[in-house]
């Protein structure tokens, strides 16, 4: 019509796709929140114009895609539009993707940093039950095989309080209800 083009109407419409994907989907909060915030400096709009057309421009919008595969491409987007900030949007994904999806595991584009004894560690906090009843005291009249169902521990290079990138990863807990179906609570030890 005289007011829009098809492409001004097309580039709005796959904007709101970006909307409706990594905003209204709130899988990607601490993610979004600093790309909108810190790197685009308040202009969500912008922020989201250019994921819509990097989104474009590597044919994303032709095929369906999984919750990794939406990861991976903040991940990608990140590396060209800011790598500065790669390392730290890195960091706030797997974050994003911890507190989402309460697998355990990281899609396999998101590094991770858990040491070779990551599961021997685990097993002493969780069987350590000054640690539990002032960390997690909700669990701390379980047995640590019932703590284990509702614990992840990964290791980030993120100070969460700050949302600063971190030299070395640290120990970051991730407790889940009993269903493992929502977060409940991130701690992180005193950095």
Partial sequence: NNVISFAELDRLHMIEEMLVRFYNSRHFKATIEHLTQKTYQGDAFQCFADLAKSWRENNYHLRQHSKEAEYRFLLKFAEHCCPKEHLLIQELLKLDYLSSFPTGRLPYALESFNPEDYSDRLYRFLKDDQFMTLHFPQLAH?????????????????????????????????????????????????L
């Fill in 142 to 190: 379980v047995s640590p095989r019932q703590r284990r169902r509702r614990i992840h521990l990964e290791w980030l290079k993120l100070d969460i309080a700050q949302g600063n990138y971190l030299p070395s990863a640290v120990p970051t807990f991730f407790l889940y209800d009993s269903s493992r179906k929502e977060l409940e609570y991130i701690y992180q030890p005193d």
